[in-house]
């Protein structure tokens, strides 16, 4: 398994930006798909983005679509979030993840330690 660790998290206002990063520990990372989740208070786990080994396929939940982009960096053994436009409801802590199937029904196996995201009205 790989180890993730996230970073990035804040409080920012509605509207504004925050990019996550997920740093992976070996050198494997390119043969993982890579995912971002998020789960806020009282609510289940749900997925955000994903985005295949090679970095050409990404996907997204319907609410974020044209907001966030999920990106990779294999060379850097890192994958990011870049969130605009955030919204209040955006608010959660979000985790990334490593599996070897991207999009929200990928077998995922290895998760970090979640960075949280403020998002005030």
């Known amino acids: 398994q790989v180890q993730l660790v996230e970073s990035g998290g804040g409080l920012v206002q509605a509207g504004g930006s925050l990019r996550l990063s997920c740093a992976a520990s070996?050198?494997?990372?390119?043969?993982?798909?890579m995912g971002w989740f998020r789960q806020a208070p009282g609510k289940e786990r749900e997925f955000v983005a994903a985005?295949?080994?090679?970095?050409?396929?990404?996907y997204y939940t319907d609410s974020v679509k044209g907001r966030f982009t999920i990106s990779r960096d294999n060379a850097k053994n890192t994958v990011y979030l870049q969130m605009n436009s955030l919204k209040p409801e955006d608010t959660a802590v979000y985790y990334c993840a490593a599996g070897s199937v991207p999009g929200p029904g990928g077998d995922y196996h290895s998760w970090g330690q979640g960075t949280q995201v403020t998002v005030s009205s």
């Open positions: 070996g050198r494997t990372f390119s043969t993982y798909a």
């Open positions: 985005i295949s080994r090679s970095g050409v396929s990404a």
